[in-house]
Structures are given as C-alpha cells and as structure tokens.
C-alpha cells in the first residue's frame, strides 16, 4: 500500500508546479521559523557554502580554518552541525535541514556568541527557502556540474538556483576555472567577486603545484602550503577556502598552520585500515564529475600491476539522466566495476544499474558485476575481485548511516563497516 501511495504521489507531482509549492509552502514555513527563533541570523556571520561538489569539504576547510585561529565558529554540513566543542548528528538526509531545524542551531550559536557559521546549502534548499532570510557575509560556488535535473528540469534552473546563495552576499567567492564562469559573471553583476583558478588568471592560482600520493604542495605569493589531501578537485577546495579565509581578514601563517593540520572529512575519501594490502576508501562521490575526479586520483596512484575497482549504483527517484553519464566514466577510469543498490527508493536497482550499464561501451558490458545487496557487492569486490596492492572504493553513500530500500524505510547502513566486514574474512 505504501508503494502505491508514493508511485501515485511521485505521478501527481508535475500536477503541482515547483513553483507554487516553494511559495506558498516553503516561503510561509522558513518566514515562521525565522520569526519563532528571533531571526538569530540576524546577529550572526554566514559563510554559505555551494556547488554541485566539493562542498563538504570546503566549508569544513573553512571552519577548521577559522577554528585554528581562534575565531568563534560554527558549522551545519551535510555530514554533522558543529557548535563550541559539541558534533551534533543532525539526521539530515538532505544537506539543508529544514528551515525550524536550522533556525533552531542559529539560535543555539547565537546564545553561545559565535559570530561567524559556515553553512553548506543545496540547489534545493535555495529553491525551496531553506536557509531564508538569510543573507550571507561571504557566498562561495565551487562548481556546478550536472546533477538534479529531475528537480530543476534544466541546467539553467539548476544554475539559477545556486546563484540564489549569491543575490544579497556582500561578497563571492568563485572558481574562475568553471567554464560557466562568464555567465555567472553576467548574472551577478552588482556583486564583489573574488576568484581563485588552476588555469586562468584569478586573484588566487598557485604558482606551484605538486601532487604527492599522500598530500598536496603549493604556493600562494610568499607562503608554502602543505594540504594533507590528493587529487586536483581537493585543491580546488583548498583554494576556495583559502580564498575566504583571506576576505576575513585571516593571516596567511595562520591559515597554513590550519591547512597541515586538516584531517579531511569523514566519507570523502576516507581510508579503511587493514592488514591484507588492500587500498580500501569509502567516498561520497555520486555524480558523474564527482565519480570522475575520485576515480582519476585514485589512478594516478596505481603501480603497475595494480587494478582500480570501483562498487557504485545511483539512487531511485533522483536524476536519471546521470546514469549512463557515470556509468561511461567508471568504465574509462576503473577495471573493475561492481553496480550496486544506493537509496532505491521504490524504483528496481536492476532497472537503474541496467541504465548505468546502458552508458558503457558494449565491450566493457560483460566485466561488469552487478550485486544488488550492496553488503554482498562489497564483499564481492573485496574478496573476489581485489588482490593485495589492488585500490577499491565504495561511492554515493560516504558518511550516510542509512539506506532507503522501499521509499519510506531508513535502514541503517555504513559502507565503512561493510568494507570492515569484507575485509576481516581472509
């Protein structure tokens, strides 16, 4: 019955415009919230974080960064809330919490005078009025890639509504590298900008860069940074954080000190310790750009006769047409693939693994394992698949402590565990 209920929700959905539900549901909603907890934004310094990816561990850069030096700070990320010394898990399965929760921890830091709160906020937290009346100090974007579009429908709504983060900052913090960077340019003309690149000419882009396996090295002006992080989408990160830090007015030898002691961010791509020689990560990666770039640092790791395999799947009721977009990366990037359930929801996960599948050259097709119960497609990468010296990774599910199996159920769920468990049989 249950199924039936959320199959006929999900038809009637187009029956009632996005639109009219964000004004006037969403809009009413976040204005009562506000107004119940004495609008606390008011008093305090917001640092909205947005992007298709990279964002979780950009307002966490900014925060530990702000935290070093001494700066009262709080942090609301997809992962956990972070105020004076407490880790709230907040539950969320979206990363802007509705309006009452979020206006609830604003009024939490309020009472405890932190003035400045790094805020991570999603396309649909903007469109559905999430996080207002807030106006924040500093907005940063630090990509915008496909995803979402069954919510948005088309990039450019998908676009317009990361700039809604953008409109009332008093300053942005962009990536010059995107190449949609001259249209946002046009969009936000009556903005401060400042911008931060690899390739093009910003006011921060590294003069020199060097990829070590275990940390990046590069330098800004005068100063040396040592980022304990890989891949060039880290640095990306690092820059944007760099970037905002320095807008506070945060001293260069501080943020340095901050950026070596940075221990990452659970589930982005976090090692599993073992004792068989396998690289085992867990990483959040559920888009294709985001797949993309963990699956090409991972690579570039590899020795020779080492294989990359790599355990994913895409969640039911989201944005089909990624699918094969992810399905085509792994098979160019990864030599081993295992398709898996992630968050089904009430679609089949054979229905959205063959639309996975469908991306990938058909000579690739028979390589490709697929194991719906996602403990045993772990296991199976592990056990069968990897040999010692062999990197694998679960993606989509990160730092996530449940899974939707049948729309309405979270069923606990922990990739770091089940790669534990995978890991202790031999």
Not at 47 to 71: E, F, M, P, R, W
Not at 143 to 166: G, I, W
Not at 260 to 288: M, W
Not at 340 to 368: C, F, H, Q, W, Y
């Amino acid at each position: 019955m249950k199924h039936i209920i959320l199959r006929l929700l999900h038809a009637l959905r187009p029956l009632f415009p996005q639109v009219v539900v964000n004004y006037g549901y969403h809009l009413p909603k976040a204005i009562l919230a506000s107004r119940l907890y004495g609008d606390p934004g008011q008093d305090l310094e917001i640092i909205g974080v947005t992007g298709t990816d990279g964002k979780t561990t950009t307002s966490t850069l900014i925060y530990h960064i702000l935290k070093s030096a001494k700066k009262k700070v709080a942090l609301v990320s997809t992962v956990d809330a972070k105020i004076g010394r407490k880790n709230l898990k907040t539950g969320f399965h979206v990363t802007s919490p509705n309006p009452f929760a979020l206006q609830k921890l604003l009024r939490r830091m309020r009472s405890q005078k932190i003035r400045y709160v790094v805020l991570e906020v999603t396309s649909h937290g903007l469109d559905q009025f999430r996080i207002y009346p807030l106006k924040p100090t500093i907005a940063v974007l630090t990509n915008v890639t496909h995803e979402h579009l069954d919510y948005h429908l088309t990039f450019d709504n998908y676009l317009s509504a990361k700039l809604k983060l953008f409109k009332h900052a008093k300053h942005a913090v962009i990536n010059k590298d995107l190449p949609i960077f001259n249209t946002i340019n046009s969009k936000l003309q009556k903005v401060m900008f400042s911008t931060y690149s690899l390739q093009n000419d910003s006011q921060i882009k590294p003069d020199m860069v060097e990829y070590l396996p275990d940390k990046t090295i590069f330098k800004l002006g005068n100063t040396t940074y040592t980022l304990p992080l890989t891949g060039q989408y880290n640095l990306y990160n690092a820059l944007a954080a760099i970037s905002t830090a320095l807008l506070l007015d945060i001293a260069p030898v501080d943020i340095k000190r901050a950026l070596s002691s940075f221990k990452g961010v659970k589930g982005r791509l976090e090692e599993v310790p073992n004792q068989r020689g396998i690289h085992a990560y867990v990483d959040f990666a559920h888009t294709p750009a985001a797949l993309e770039a963990v699956l090409t640092n991972l690579k570039a790791k590899l020795k020779a006769s080492e294989k990359l395999i790599v355990v994913f799947g895409a969640a039911g009721l989201r944005d089909a047409s990624k699918r094969p977009l992810m399905g085509k990366t792994a098979s160019q990037l990864a030599d081993h693939i295992v398709l898996t359930s992630e968050d089904p929801r009430i679609e089949n996960p054979r229905d959205i693994a063959r639309a996975i599948l469908s991306g990938m050259p058909p000579k690739k097709r028979p390589a490709v394992y697929l194991e719906m119960d996602r403990s045993k497609a772990i296991d199976y990468a592990i056990n069968t698949l990897a040999k010692k010296g062999d990197w694998v990774v679960a993606c989509g599910k990160g730092h996530e402590e449940s899974m939707n199996l049948d729309g309405f159920t979270e069923t606990p769920w922990s990739d770091h565990e089940a790669l534990l468990n995978a890991l202790s049989k031999k």
